[in-house]
């Protein structure tokens, strides 16, 4: 890493509860289907079902680099410019589903309520955010607005910037040097 890259790191947290959940489902349903087996008085039903997409490889790291950014940039305007970046999800299936959602998971700043601070735990004076195409803050531990899915490869277009604190704006204290934001985030089929 150069000495003053930021980067914003997401991590695919994709479908781990739902998998452990299904562990758990599997195992009841084989136990009480051993129960029908000796006692005839028990019927099970239920239903398997899939998500209607996978996560492309490729999105399980997310490296959204800015750059070297001169920290008086920050006493002109208050953020940087939105860098793209996509979650591909593939093998879609709109018969099993045909929205989803995004939900970026990780420790939210105080001053900038829905923006994520670096790893570190020091704000620097900064936090991270992202955004739809349009602009719109997709604050962290909160659901992105819908995603309309299409059989086949879908992207999910969004944009991640660096926004200064305005007390440390107010009072020139933003702190120069490399920091890291790091989030996790999970894909859900409403």
């Known amino acids: 890493m150069k000495t003053k890259q930021i980067t914003l790191r997401v991590y695919s947290g994709y479908g781990w509860k ?6 758990f489902l599997m195992g009841t349903l084989c136990n009480l289907a051993h129960a029908v087996a000796t006692n005839s008085n028990v019927e099970i039903n239920g239903k ?5 997409c996978s996560l492309d490889s490729g999105s399980q790291f997310i490296p959204i680099s800015h ?26 299936d ?18 900038l309520p829905g ?14 955010g992202i955004e739809t195409m349009k602009g719109d803050l997709v604050p962290m531990n909160q659901a992105s607005p819908i995603f309309t899915l299409s ?10 910037f660096i926004r200064a604190e305005q007390d440390a704006i107010d009072k020139q204290t933003i702190l120069a040097g490399p920091f890291t934001g790091t989030a996790t985030f999970e894909i859900n089929y409403p």
């Open 18 to 23: 739902r998998i452990c959940a299904c562990f």
């Open 151 to 160: 059989d086949g490869t879908n992207e999910l277009k969004l944009k991640g």
């Open 48 to 52: 398997l079902v899939s998500e209607p």
């Open 94 to 111: 709109i018969s099993l589903g045909t929205q989803a959602t995004v939900t970026f998971v990780g420790r939210e700043s105080i001053a």
């Open 115 to 128: 923006y994520l601070i670096p790893d570190d735990g020091d704000t620097h004076g900064i936090a991270f």
């Open 67 to 92: 750059g070297n950014i001169v920290s008086k940039y920050f006493y002109l305007t208050p953020r940087t410019p939105g860098v793209e970046f996509n979650i591909n999800l593939i093998d879609c």
